[in-house]
């Protein structure tokens, strides 16, 4: 008989649909108006070949232990194991790191989106069981907009705080006239929510804010970064330069006295130190709309007519979290924010700024922020990090001092990686450069559910189960949400949750209880939803008992009376409201970071150009490669699914290349096309769009990462991934973020016979 049932997940919420314990359908959510269809992906992958069956340890790492061959990562082949044996082998392997080298020689490398459930995040599982061993070296910040992480709080005094509480849909559609995208506003990037979505909103705002009239303008090297309705203007900058485009706007709106100044008396501070930069009068380049032309290539009266009518207009400026992964990311950011505080509109309804509309699904949404209970992770009594980009620098540079937000550190020495929920082969840069500092670790271990890269270059591999092979509760305080996720299907052959493979290895190094805390997995869910009422209950917000939501299996908040207004109530009273920088206001120039003394991060937004531009002195590769989110995938979960596999071409990701440069290089439509530098290389599938600017060629990431086994060849991936390409820099000192977008290759047609693919097949197992 046909069971149905619901669950969360970073795309969306489904009834899962089950017949004798098999899953036979995903359902869309009766209440999300426009569901991603992404998370299909999950039917096909549940039990295919890439699943991992059992735990496994590569056969080198087996036979000799931490002085096994590194460089046969990737290419050994694995044993399967029990788990007793698993258990031991992991437990003695981190005892005798600790022993030897201490807790910071352990880095404990997760990224947060395994799973939309609130228990089940590999993230604090992985993190609460360093702890109880004795601590990790962790990470800071994230590659999705590191540089704004560590940049914006020095501007507004927080970043996550703003982040959150960007102008709702509902106050943009009442009165914003004039919207402008720094980045666009992709709709593929809002089919995702991290911790879960219920509804998807994004396209409906968005067509609702067109066809009532308000005018959008997308500034970006690429059309579909925001929708193609004949109304929305756009502007094809070349990349890297919205810098040099806001400092140029911002140039008119102060030469043609158009700025507001008591706003900028008001509520800001450092426009009279950043005004003598503006002007050129201490590098004597004066920063106006014929200078910017040259660094944009935008027509000069095109600048100057925009800063106009951003002038006459209730505006909104949007400023993608793109922008902050490339050289020098902090700075477009730091200039939006400024531009936004010249027009003086921050504070009111429809006007100001925002971080990134369409990002995530939650971004402009009016929801009541449920104040929900997180797993204690306890704490880490090692105090070594990293910027979350700099982990190649770290393993191959080890003690070597490095700058970050004003202070100086020494990268750890590691030994030992601990990974659950993450997947570096897909977020890091020049991966051929990662695979030089993965051959200096001792060990790997990683948590997977199915053969991906990280999987297949690891030493230990203890298989995990999927969202629908595990009860979990799906809330978070991005989302109006909340979902009892079931238990849809037994886990795929000897594969344990994270809790359970902790708890195992817990017990063998004599921590099971304090690991566990004496509870059970169902009993932790009900303590967290426990937790959570009554924060809820503190904040005004009444939500049904614990057993009354997992019998209804989800319930919604009721949206607030008034919609969010970003920094109205630091516009009513700047005083009372004051922001935590030392100003108490916006800081177009901050002491704080002109006294870091950083030349790649000076003390006030400028224009610097990029280590790879169109611009620059590099002709030998003369296209800039845009390595943006994917469409079919969330970064490079379900790959390997059905949705992502359809839109390859002949199994490779999708590269887009305008007609012009296509021709000149006599590529075809639906070609097979090698892009190249000189980190590495990768083939891909020709697509030819007239939508994307010349000189700029678009591949998404998520491609799992197939290396050639070809030799000569072997810095090539097969299948796709960017990231081979991309170059393994921090933004600046300030922030240490990733700076993929800053990126020249060349393109050509694929000469040879193309490899074949092995990138969704497993290992040799033995």
Request: aromatic content about 10%.
């Amino acid at each position: 008989m046909k069971k149905l049932q619901l669950t969360s997940s970073h795309w969306g919420t489904y009834r899962v649909e089950t017949l004798g314990g098999k899953i036979t359908n995903l359902l869309d959510f009766e209440e999300d108006s426009d569901p991603s269809p992404i998370g299909k992906g999950m039917l096909d992958t549940q039990e295919d070949s890439c699943r991992i069956s059992s735990p496994m340890v590569r056969k080198s790492w087996l036979d000799k232990g931490f002085k096994s061959d590194r460089a046969l990562r990737g290419k050994d082949p694995f044993i399967k194991i029990d788990w007793d044996e698993a258990s031991e082998l992991v437990s003695n392997e981190l005892s005798r790191i600790k022993n030897f080298y201490g807790n910071q020689a352990i880095y404990g490398g997760s990224y947060g989106w395994a799973s939309a459930g609130r228990f089940h995040h590999a993230q604090s599982q992985l993190h609460r069981f360093l702890n109880c061993i004795g601590g990790y070296t962790s990470s800071k910040h994230t590659y999705s907009f590191a540089a704004a992480e560590a940049i914006v709080p020095h501007i507004l005094g927080s970043f996550r705080d703003f982040l959150d509480t960007c102008t709702s849909w509902s106050s943009i559609r009442r009165d914003t006239k004039l919207f402008v995208c720094f980045g666009g506003i992709p709709l593929k990037n809002g089919q995702i929510s991290q911790g879960g979505t219920g509804n998807h909103y994004q396209k409906s705002n968005l067509n609702k804010s067109i066809n009532e009239g308000i005018e959008f303008v997308n500034i970006s090297p690429i059309r579909s970064d925001l929708s193609d309705h004949s109304s929305v203007q756009w502007i094809s900058i070349r990349p890297n330069t919205d810098t040099a485009l806001m400092l140029a706007l911002a140039h008119t709106l102060y030469s043609e006295d158009l700025y507001d100044k008591k706003f900028i008396k008001k509520y800001t501070t450092g426009f009279d130190n950043f005004l003598p930069y503006l002007l050129g009068k201490n590098d004597g380049i004066v920063k106006s709309a014929q200078w910017a032309s040259q660094i944009t290539d935008i027509d000069a009266q095109s600048i100057i007519f925009l800063a106009r009518k951003m002038s006459e207009n209730r505006t909104m400026i949007s400023l993608s979290w793109s922008l902050t992964r490339q050289d020098h990311g902090e700075q477009p950011i730091w200039a939006g924010i400024m531009l936004a505080c010249m027009l003086g509109q921050i504070g009111l309804s429809g006007g100001g700024f925002g971080f990134g509309y369409s990002a995530t699904n939650y971004i402009g949404g009016d929801f009541t922020v449920l104040p929900c209970q997180s797993l204690p992770q306890g704490e880490n009594s090692v105090k070594s990090f990293i910027p979350v980009a700099r982990i190649s620098e770290m393993l191959l540079k080890p003690n070597k001092e490095f700058h970050f937000n004003g202070k100086k550190y020494h990268y750890p020495e590691i030994k030992l990686m601990y990974w659950a929920g993450g997947n570096p082969f897909h977020h890091h840069q020049d991966l051929n450069r990662l695979l030089k500092g993965w051959e200096r670790l001792d060990t790997i271990i990683s948590h997977e559910w199915c053969w991906n890269s990280l999987a297949k270059y690891s030493d230990i591999v203890l298989p995990c189960t999927t969202p629908l092979e595990r009860e979990d509760i799906g809330m978070t305080p991005r989302d109006p949400y909340v979902i009892s996720m079931a238990k849809a299907k037994e886990p795929f052959e000897n594969s344990l949750n994270d809790f359970e493979i902790f708890t195992k290895i817990a017990e063998k190094l004599g921590l099971k209880s304090k690991f566990t805390g004496n509870r059970s997995e169902l009993e932790w869910q009900k303590w967290l939803y426990k937790q959570t009422k009554e924060n809820a209950g503190s904040a005004g917000i009444k939500i049904p008992s614990y057993e009354v939501f997992r019998s209804k299996k989800w319930f919604k908040l009721p949206s607030p009376k008034k919609g969010t207004i970003m920094l109205e109530s630091f516009r009513e009273d700047p005083e009372k409201n004051s922001l935590q920088t030392p100003s108490g206001k916006i800081e177009i120039f901050s002491s704080t970071v002109a006294n870091f003394c950083y030349e790649d991060c000076p003390g006030h937004p400028t224009w610097m150009e990029p280590v790879e531009w169109l611009g620059g002195e590099i002709k030998s590769f003369p296209l800039h490669l845009i390595s943006n989110q994917p469409k079919t995938k969330l970064h490079s979960q379900l790959d390997h699914g059905s949705h992502s596999r359809a839109h390859k071409i002949n199994g490779r990701e999708p590269v887009k290349i305008n007609p012009t440069d296509a021709r000149k290089r006599g590529i075809k439509n639906g070609e097979i096309v090698r892009l190249f530098n000189t980190r590495g290389s990768c083939l891909a599938g020709a697509i030819i769009d007239k939508n994307i600017r010349t000189g700029v060629v678009q591949i998404s990431t998520g491609a799992w990462y197939d290396r050639s086994r070809k030799t000569g060849e072997e810095t090539m991936c097969v299948h796709g991934n960017p990231n081979v390409l991309t170059i393994d820099k921090g933004t600046s000192n300030l922030g240490q973020g990733p700076s993929a977008h800053s990126c020249l290759i060349e393109i050509e047609r694929y000469q040879n016979s193309p490899e074949e693919l092995k990138a969704f097949s497993p290992p040799e197992i033995i």
